[in-house]
Each structure stands twice: as structure tokens, then as C-alpha cells.
């Protein structure tokens, strides 16, 4: 049973040459059959393990190296969907109901406006202490 979905925006900075960035992760917890709580995360729509861990950690853009993610900003999503007064509306016709969404583009996990970059100094290196 699913028992909490969200969106979560994680940052993440290198640590060898100091380029941040984030993306947003998909997050569900799950209740299995043995009361057991799991959790499973998506990046555009692709299965992904933890950026909190470091096997899950993307690399680097610039340099390839791995670097665990932190947690900038969560939205939960409802489960199950609201109250029984919630304004709602009844899908018929699946097939054809808001036909637009099965073509529409995705939403990338990087398609956010991407943290602002430390200032390199005057010999090109990032700041030793960022």
C-alpha cells in the first residue's frame, strides 16, 4: 500500500570542483504485506536509488565525481486524493480524457532554475574553501 508519495528538489555539490546543481526525484513510500516501510524513488519517470546514498549520488556534470544529494525542497502529494468534499470530477472515456497528456513533453527532473554558481577566482580555480 502506498502510503506517501512527493516531489523532492535535491541539491547537490561537488566536492572536487565545487559545481552545485539540483533535480527533483520522485518519492514513494510503501507499506508491503509484512508491515514493512519501503522506499522508491523515480527521476523522470526512470527508477533511481537514493541521491541521499552514495550509491545513488548522479555524477558531477563538470567532472564525473559522485557526490550525495541534500534535501532543498519537498511537496507532498496526497494519498488518497482528498476528502470526500474536495472538488472533483469524474473521468469517463479514459482513452480520451485529456487525450493532450499522453503526448504532452516531460517534465525533466533538471528543468528547474539550477542553483547560481560560486564565482571561480582569478586563476580559474573555484575558492579551496567553498
Do not use: N
Request: net charge negative; with cysteine.
Amino acid at each position: 500500500m502506498i502510503t506517501e508519495l512527493a516531489l523532492e528538489r535535491v541539491e547537490f555539490t561537488c566536492g572536487h570542483c565545487w559545481y552545485r546543481w539540483s533535480a527533483d526525484y520522485d518519492v514513494q513510500h510503501y507499506r508491503d504485506d509484512d508491515g514493512e516501510e519501503w522506499e522508491y524513488f523515480t527521476r523522470d519517470g526512470i527508477a533511481a536509488t537514493s541521491p541521499y546514498e552514495p550509491q545513488g549520488a548522479p555524477p558531477c556534470p563538470l567532472c564525473g565525481r559522485r557526490w550525495v544529494g541534500r534535501l532543498t525542497a519537498r511537496r507532498p502529494v496526497p494519498v488518497p486524493p482528498g476528502a470526500a468534499d474536495a472538488p472533483r470530477q469524474k473521468i469517463t472515456g479514459l482513452d480520451e480524457y485529456r487525450a493532450e497528456r499522453h503526448g504532452a513533453p516531460l517534465l525533466g527532473a533538471a528543468s528547474h532554475e539550477q542553483p547560481e554558481q560560486p564565482a571561480p577566482s582569478s586563476s580559474g580555480q573555484v575558492p579551496a574553501d567553498r
